[in-house]
C-alpha cells in the first residue's frame, strides 16, 4: 500500500508552496502538482492520503478532474480549494464526491483540520476495504458444499434443517460448519454471518 500523502493540486504557485511549508512543518508528506492534467498523468488508484483541490484552473478545473477521479474509482478523500463566489462550484463539487470545501483566504488551523479528517477518513476505508478483500479470498477457499452450507446457516437454518435440505446427515453438516467456520476464521455465528454478510452489502 502507498504511503499516505496530501496531493496539492493548485496552478497557484505560491498557494502550493505555502501549504506544502504549513503541512511540511507538521511532518505530514506532500506532492504538488500545477494542474489537474498533470495530477491525472500522475494517478495511481493506490494513492492513499488525501487531495488539496482548487476549484478554478486553467485548463481541466477542479470539477472537471474530481469527475475524471470518479471515473477512475477513486478513493481519494478530496477538499476543495474555492475563491470568493465559488460556493455553488464547491457545492457541486460535494455532489460530485468531494469530502469537503474550503474557501480562501483560509486559517491554517481550518484547513489542518480537514486535512486530519480527510486522512482518518481514507485510513478507515483503506482498512474496510482491505478487510472486505480477505474476507473474500477466505469465502474462495470454499468447497462448493461449504458454500452451500453458510448460505443456509446465514439465513438462521439449524443443522437438522440443513441436512433435510442438502440431502446429508447432520454429521456431515457439522463437519462441513466446522471446516467453515475455520476457513472463515469466525469464533462464532453471528461473527461468521456478519463477515458474510459484510462481503454481500
Keep these: 500500500m502507498s504511503e499516505a500523502k496530501v496531493y496539492i493540486v493548485d496552478d497557484d504557485e505560491a498557494m502550493r508552496d505555502s501549504l506544502k511549508w504549513l503541512l511540511e512543518s507538521r511532518g505530514l508528506e506532500v506532492e504538488l502538482y500545477a494542474s489537474g492534467e498533470a495530477f491525472l498523468a500522475a494517478y495511481d488508484e493506490r494513492f492513499r492520503g488525501c487531495l488539496v483541490l482548487d476549484v478554478r484552473m486553467p485548463g481541466m478545473s477542479g470539477l472537471d478532474l474530481l469527475e475524471r477521479l470518479g471515473t477512475r474509482a477513486s478513493t481519494l478523500p478530496v477538499i476543495i480549494v474555492t475563491g470568493h463566489g465559488d460556493v455553488p462550484m464547491a457545492v457541486a463539487a460535494l455532489k460530485k464526491g ?25 485510513r478507515a476505508g483503506a482498512a474496510r476495504r482491505a478487510e472486505a478483500a480477505e474476507v473474500a479470498s477466505r469465502l474462495e477457499s470454499l468447497t462448493q458444499r461449504e458454500r452451500e452450507v453458510l448460505d443456509l446457516i446465514v439465513t438462521g437454518q439449524l443443522n437438522k434443517q440443513i441436512a433435510d435440505e442438502l440431502g446429508i446427515s447432520i454429521k456431515t453438516v457439522e463437519v462441513h460448519r466446522s471446516r467453515v467456520m475455520e476457513k472463515m476464521n469466525a469464533n462464532s455465528i453471528a461473527e461468521l454471518v456478519r463477515l458474510t454478510l459484510k462481503n454481500r452489502a
Design 98 to 122: 468531494a469530502a469537503d470545501f474550503i474557501e480562501k483566504p483560509f486559517a491554517d488551523k481550518a484547513m489542518l483540520k480537514l486535512i486530519e479528517s480527510c486522512m482518518k477518513q481514507d
